[in-house]
């Protein structure tokens, strides 16, 4: 089911950079992020209070909660720098070296996590690495 909701993923995440670059022709990035953030808390605060998640959060330990905090921060300045990008530049050309993200995602797994890349991941990797580069060039 991991590969359905990843494709899931991958598929609004293009709708996502479409639609963002549309909604921050006329505002600034900034607060378009800030709009776009907003959604996303209802969004997703009603799903947890829908689906009666939201007793579980006394259930979260300190470790968690600094992660979670830490990721957070991680997704608020991708999201600024992303949108900033897509204002002043072409989605078509910010899109690649966004998905660059895959090849430093999978350094960073086997630098804190040991995970063993396989030959096909690595080669998936650099194949990602070398598209994106050769997307952005003039």
């Given at each position: 089911?991991?590969?359905?909701?990843?494709?899931?993923?991958?598929?609004?995440?293009?709708?996502?950079?479409?639609?963002?670059?549309?909604?921050?022709?006329?505002?600034?990035?900034?607060?378009?992020?800030?709009?776009?953030?907003?959604?996303i808390?209802?969004?997703?605060?009603?799903?947890?209070?829908?689906?009666?998640?939201?007793?579980?959060?006394?259930?979260?330990?300190?470790?968690?909660?600094?992660?979670?905090?830490?990721?957070?921060?991680?997704?608020?300045?991708?999201?600024?720098?992303?949108f900033?990008a897509?204002?002043?530049?072409?989605?078509?050309?910010?899109?690649?070296?966004?998905?660059?993200?895959?090849?430093?995602?999978?350094?960073?797994?086997?630098?804190?996590f040991?995970?063993?890349p396989?030959?096909?991941?690595?080669?998936?990797?650099?194949?990602?690495?070398?598209?994106?580069?050769?997307?952005?060039?003039?």
């Amino acid at each position: 089911m991991w590969k359905v909701y990843a494709f899931l993923s991958a598929f609004f995440a293009a709708l996502t950079a479409i639609c963002a670059k549309i909604g921050v022709k006329d505002i600034n990035s900034d607060l378009a992020t800030a709009v776009r953030t907003t959604i996303i808390l209802f969004l997703t605060w009603g799903i947890v209070i829908f689906g009666s998640h939201l007793c579980e959060i006394k259930t979260i330990s300190r470790n968690t909660w600094l992660f979670l905090i830490l990721s957070g921060l991680s997704t608020g300045l991708s999201w600024l720098f992303y949108f900033k990008a897509i204002q002043t530049g072409s989605v078509s050309r910010v899109a690649p070296i966004d998905k660059l993200s895959v090849v430093i995602t999978l350094l960073l797994a086997f630098i804190f996590f040991h995970e063993q890349p396989s030959f096909k991941v690595i080669v998936g990797a650099l194949l990602v690495a070398s598209g994106s580069i050769l997307m952005i060039l003039d």
